[in-house]
């Protein structure tokens, strides 16, 4: 009888050290780095706010993500150029979530600073995944209202590479800052053109981008040009290294 009394304690207390020792699923997602996943600030803690915030090498699991989209055939940048970014940022609803970037080495450690910056100042960023999560197709990436850095591709309707090519310009809440083409009224992603009129007067867009706003601010102090500064083509979403 003490045996088996001695047995259910033992039984019951491995039960609890295990429960206390598994890892919440916040934590699971925090330390596989699945992008767009919501988790706890308690998590973050946990994880450290540092790793959340990291420059690294493009893996061969990234790669096979981004080969034939985003990294093309005839891509002219070598893969040692680019770096895969592990960055937090807040989403519509001010919560912490996983994203993920794909820049240029010159540009990895300026893009942590200002994304950290702006995670640490509460800064809404709706979506921050790969492109090719979207087949590296631009229209679908930003009516996704998706983040974003490299993409091997021309500046639309045009023969030049963009500085996305490069990885050394990044979209930013693309949806509701739109680019727009004044000579011909064009407006990418389609559904941005609600967007586009009498934006300095408008309090009814969110994630707007103007020169009050924080995100401008940071990318202009930190050697970036603001597409919405340009004259022919206003691309609010847009910020290029110089
Ligand atoms: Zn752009």
């Known amino acids: 009888m003490k045996k088996s009394i001695f047995l259910l304690f033992f039984f019951t207390l491995t039960i609890i050290q295990n429960v206390l020792s ?3 699923l916040g934590l699971l997602l925090l330390r596989e780095w699945k992008p767009a996943s919501v988790v706890t600030e308690a998590d973050i803690n946990t994880y450290s706010l540092d790793s959340c915030f990291q420059i690294l090498p493009i893996s061969d699991a990234v790669f096979v993500r981004m080969r034939g989209k985003s990294y093309k055939k005839d891509c002219q940048i070598p893969l040692s150029d680019l770096r895969y970014l592990k960055l937090l940022h807040r989403n519509a609803n001010g919560e912490p979530q996983l994203g993920e970037m ?3 080495k010159r540009i ?3 893009l942590v600073k ?3 910056e702006l995670y640490e ?3 809404k960023i709706e979506r921050m995944v790969l492109v090719d999560d979207y087949d590296a197709v631009d229209e679908k990436t930003m009516e996704a209202n998706n983040t974003s850095a490299f993409n091997y591709r021309n500046v639309a309707g045009a023969k030049k590479l963009s500085k996305h090519s490069l990885g050394l310009a990044v979209d930013i809440n693309p949806l509701y800052n739109p680019c ?3 000579r011909s009224g064009k407006v990418e992603p389609i559904s941005g053109k609600k967007y586009v009129h009498n934006r300095g007067k408008r309090k009814d867009i969110p994630y707007k981008i103007d ?3 924080l995100c401008y601010k940071l990318f202009r102090s930190n050697g970036f040009v ?3 500064d340009w004259r022919s083509v206003k691309d609010y979403q847009h910020f290029e290294y110089k």
């Open 22 to 24: 598994t890892p919440s």
């Open 226 to 228: 603001w597409g919405g």
């Open 114 to 116: 200002i994304f950290r």
């Open 180 to 182: 727009y083409r004044l």
């Open 211 to 213: 020169h009050k706003d």
């Open 108 to 110: 990895a450690s300026i």
């Open 121 to 123: 100042a509460g800064y």
């Open 102 to 104: 794909v820049c240029n």
